[in-house]
């Protein structure tokens, strides 16, 4: 059967005993992704992720799993992972080729994209929670429950019939598919969480800093508050004056940076004279329960056009007239002293006039 062999390479994940002293739940996920283009061309995409942390990729081409971390393999023997990727390469043949095949009975039009997530999802101290969704044409068309497909709400007449028909297959498979994702899984999350410890415990503190934009509204600031750095990806911010919460807060999205670590902007968009007494708080696993609080200050804008160019200026030209005035002082033409004919001790030639001349 096709969802069966689709979720091989969960029957290969073998357990583990580590514990965990976490409480928030934790989700393990295989994602294939076929994108059908007409009956001759078909693209898959597969990977694999523990909540929302990417564990491995897949080489559509060789077949072979991509491992992103050195952790990844969980408790997997070699031969065990030659097995997973055997089976996860030849799902990625038959569920498009299920698809095609079914393509008048179900009403599919070329092209299409279909979707299968399997997995389970961890909560500390209750049964946890295994799943098998299936989406057609990024909508939710049925899932895995309680031994059995089930047609999603939104998913029309299609969805019924794309049950019926898959439900009235080998009912051994449905047991097989349900100890997948509620036995073998569960056990293969708990050894990634204890093979990639190191890595996925590790806290790294935020770097925070405000600034101001130009806002859409005239006589306002748009106040910003950039969070980078940060691991894990979970993180509180907000705008706040005092200890009231500011409404009008817009969170970005948070995005990742090259080395693991995350991203965040939350601006609020307020009147200028508004704007003082307004703070910005973090909050961060990383931070050991400690707020880390940015209070917003209006820069002395006059004071800084002052500081920052007209000081320069004066200083620059009370140093030009200082050396202007030195040069004055220094360049002075050296005149030669001539005798006077006054002057009877002048040394020089001097000529008698004769007493006709007197």
Known sequence: MLFLQLV??????????????????????VILTSSLYNRSSTRNQGSAWLDELQTHGWDSKTGAFIFLWPWSTGNLSNEELIIAERSFYSNTIQLPLCFHNYSSDWQLEYPFQVQVTLGCELHFGEPSVGFVRLAYQGEDLISFQNKSWWPSPK????AQQVCRQVNELDHDDNELTHELITGYCPRFVLSLLDAGKA????????????????SPRSGHLRLACHISGFYPKPVWVTWMRGEQEQQGTQRGDVLPHADGTWYLQVSLDVKAKEAAGLSC?????????QDMVLHWEQPPFMGL?????????????????????????????????FPSEQDPSSPGPRTDLNPAQR
């Open 199 to 214: 890595d996925l415990q590790r806290q790294v503190r935020p770097e925070a800093w405000l600034c101001t934009g130009p």
């Open 155 to 158: 998913g029309g007449s299609r």
């Open 305 to 337: 056009v002052f500081l920052v160019v007209i000081m320069p200026l004066v200083l620059l030209a009370g140093l030009a007239w200082w050396l202007w005035k030195r040069w004055k002082a220094h360049w002075r033409p050296q005149c030669t002293d």
């Open 8 to 29: 091989g390479l969960v029957v290969l994940l073998p357990g583990g005993d580590s514990e965990d002293d976490s409480q928030e739940p934790v989700a393990f996920q």
């Open 281 to 289: 708080w973090v909050r961060h696993s990383s931070l050991g329960g």
